[in-house]
């Protein structure tokens, strides 16, 4: 054996901040009791944001290093930059309402930070092990999210059911990875790709038994249907702060999860995974434009819609191109957006006797809020698809990519379901123009969440005439994932 | 050699009947008993592989940390076992048959099962020859070196099971009596001492 040599620690430079950040605001909350808890939270959003810093100045060529288990690229720095931003964006939006609800807990920003740095280390996972930690550590992190009210039923059982349901998924996908492990002998993606791109190699039974393994447990990461059922229940009974960080971060970080496995190891058998991706992506747009109808809680909709827009995203990904994973990354930039302004909306729904949580709570809100209205109304617009905003966008290119990869078929239906979703979508905005006002909400939105839900709103009017740098990046990181 | 021999039967007959012995004890202490049992019998199967230092860390861990757990949680909560099977032979049908089904599954993937090629050549998983170092030491140099980011992983997170945890469930009680170690060093004897003058049939 090599003497052993001490791994190049530079491409983990954000993950290591965090790590340290996290372990250092610790001591800082325990020695200073909860009264800390804005600091330490103000302290974690700047972790977060030198980290995203660190992660732009980091190389653009590929680098690997931890033995072969950790993998910076375009793609990486992309994606992580997404994850960074809305994690400290869940953070700043929670931060007013834990003083509301009197959950004054220092904890709170932790577990953010913890779980970002968990999505970071998915993203950047080389190797079927560090995906796993990866993913493990983020989702714990996110069981304890959704229990943090702990005196609420609703959040406990959204608490228990999100880790129950969670734990099965991580078997399956340990079950997958060790049937992979068991028929290729390396957990390796560079060591697995160069093993399924050799000539004539055919994959056998019990290895697609495992890659079927593998997906089922990063479907459920994402919510694609049939692995839904947890998502409205984890997203109604968990705090709302939680449930926008829920909606957005860990979506990013699994998908990309699941591009950089389907395209990086398991290029080659994209006859095999393709028709996997195909389905849950018709499954997800489906039900979450159909089931989403129904609903009349807000938090519900919003987990359906996240549902369907998972179905869009993956439409990318089955094009398995390089202009499918450039749409999908382009999609996720818009789904940030989209749902961190919508969430905000949501958070700002508050009478005197706490929060409201029903959508016919919004009745005419036009009238006695026009301002918050005219944004919420942006954001369903956006979602729904309608050009010229953002959403109609992201929609554009994942269905010209599946088009151009010959899935037309798919293209179809995910039109016509994004039209059956614009339904519901649409009812909103009519409930808040057109129906008669329903009781005023509470004071209006802090100074930084009107700052932020401006910011979104502009970025999804004007993305139309200003798209080049969203565009070109993704175009950057997508080029670094399929060469 | 044929003591060797003789010595894995003997331990694997044991680990095989304490552990059905585990499942259909009527008290659930003797089923802890007999788990212990089996990871002694386990622990000496490592060590006719040669794996002393599996061997040990069951014993340590499982038996003297996980078992005795065991044990305690047995004791403490009165829990009734009888209650907990009356159920039993209600879902005994759809119980056997998916485990059926699941079976029929697993042979179906077996039979048609062969080692790859591929696992055996790229299994090339550093490990240091037997002879040179002991495995103690392999272990070491392989988790400190090559697998050191997962290690430090896996540390972020139990800490994040710790921090959970604590987040969930503790609570400030008030009344409780806590130990102020500066507080008792600091501590003078006028603190705690006070001399009064008694008159004799006074009182005081």
């Given amino acids: 054996m090599t003497p052993a040599l001490i791994p190049s620690l530079g491409p983990a430079v954000p993950e290591i901040l965090l790590a340290v950040a996290a372990m250092a605001l610790l001591m800082v909350g325990v020695f200073r009791g909860n009264g800390a808890s804005n600091l330490v939270g103000w302290l974690s ?13 980091l190389p653009g060529e590929r680098v690997l ?18 994850v960074l931003m809305s994690s400290a964006l869940a953070i700043i939006m929670s931060m007013n309402w834990l003083d509301r609800e009197n959950i004054n807990r220092f904890e709170y920003p932790l577990l953010v930070l913890l779980a970002a740095l968990g999505m970071a280390m998915m993203v950047s996972a080389n190797d079927l092990i560090s995906l796993y930690v990866g993913l493990e550590l983020q989702s714990l992190s996110l069981y304890v999210l959704a229990a943090i009210r702990r005196d609420s039923a609703v959040s406990t059982e959204a608490g228990i059911k999100y880790f129950v349901l969670g734990a099965l998924a991580s078997g399956m996908l340990l079950y997958g990875s060790s049937l992979i492990y068991g028929f290729t002998g390396t957990t390796n993606f560079d060591a697995l790709a160069t093993l399924f791109g050799r000539e004539g190699y055919s994959a056998s039974i ?24 947890w998502t409205p229940d984890v997203y109604e009974g968990a ?34 995974w393709r028709q996997i991706i195909v389905f849950l992506a018709i499954a997800s747009m489906v039900l979450g434009a159909v089931a989403a109808i129904v609903q009349t809680n807000i938090k519900r909709l919003m987990a359906y819609s996240s549902i369907g827009h998972v179905g869009y995203a993956l439409v990318g990904l ?13 999609y996720l930039a818009i789904y940030l957006a989209m749902n961190v302004g919508a969430f905000i909306c949501i958070l700002a729904m508050r009478r005197k006797d706490g929060m409201t949580e029903e959508i016919r709570d919004l009745a005419g809100l036009a009238q006695t809020r026009p301002g918050m209205a005219a944004a919420l109304a942006i954001f369903m617009f956006s979602l729904a698809g309608i050009p010229p905003l953002a959403g109609f966008f992201g929609k554009f290119y994942v269905f010209v990519a599946a088009v151009n990869a010959g899935l037309v078929g798919l293209a179809v239906i995910g039109v016509i379901a994004s039209v059956i979703g614009a339904y519901y979508y649409l009812r909103i905005v009519k409930i808040m123009y057109f129906d008669e006002p329903a009781a005023e909400f509470e ?3 802090s100074r930084e969440l009107g700052i932020v839900v401006t910011a979104a709103a502009v970025f999804t009017v004007l993305f139309v005439l200003y798209p080049s740098p969203i565009l070109d990046s993704a175009a950057v990181a997508a080029a670094a994932l399929v060469p | 050699m044929i003591i060797e021999t003789l010595c894995f039967y003997l331990f694997a007959a044991v680990t095989l009947f304490s552990a059905f012995m585990v499942i259909s004890s009527r008290n659930p202490v003797h089923s802890v008993l007999f788990l212990i049992l089996a990871f002694i019998n386990s622990a000496a199967l490592f060590l006719l592989l040669g794996a002393e230092f599996l061997a040990m860390i069951l014993i340590i861990v499982y038996v003297g940390a996980v078992a005795v757990l065991f044990l305690f949680v047995v004791m403490m909560l009165d829990i009734d076992f009888e209650e907990m099977r009356r159920g039993f032979l209600q879902y005994l049908p759809i119980g056997a048959l998916i485990g059926a089904v699941l079976l029929a599954e697993l042979l179906l993937v077996l039979g048609t099962w062969a080692v790859s090629p591929e696992a055996a050549e790229m ?3 550093p490990t240091p020859p037997v002879e040179e170092v002991s495995n103690t030491a392999a272990l070491g140099q392989l988790l400190y070196t090559h697998y050191v980011y997962l290690f430090q992983a896996a540390g972020m997170i139990l800490l994040v099971a710790m921090v959970g945890a604590i987040v969930l469930t503790h609570r400030t009680r008030k009344g409780v009596k806590k130990q102020n170690i500066g507080e008792q060093v600091r501590r003078r004897r006028s603190d705690a001492v006070e001399i ?7 009182g005081i």
């Fill in chain 1, 318 to 330: 089955a094009a398995g191109t390089e202009e499918g994973v450039r749409g999908l990354l382009i």
């Fill in chain 1, 239 to 272: 705090p709302t702060p939680v449930t926008a960080f829920f909606a957005v971060a860990p979506k990013i970080a699994a998908l990309a999860l699941f591009s950089r496995i389907v395209l990086g190891p398991f290029a080659e058998m994209i006859d095999q």
């Fill in chain 2, 123 to 125: 299994a090339a998983a």
């Fill in chain 1, 65 to 82: 290093t931890f033995s072969n288990m950790f993998v910076v690229d375009g793609f990486a720095r992309f994606v992580k930059v997404m």
């Fill in chain 1, 206 to 229: 019990g290895l697609i038994f495992g890659i079927v393994f593998l997906a089922a447990g990063l479907a459920f990461k994402v919510s694609a249907v049939p692995f839904h059922m």
């Fill in chain 1, 45 to 57: 959003v700047a972790a977060l944001g030198v980290a995203a810093v660190l992660t732009l100045g």
């Fill in chain 2, 196 to 202: 009064k003058k008694v008159q004799p049939g006074q």
């Fill in chain 1, 443 to 445: 004071a209006p939105m």
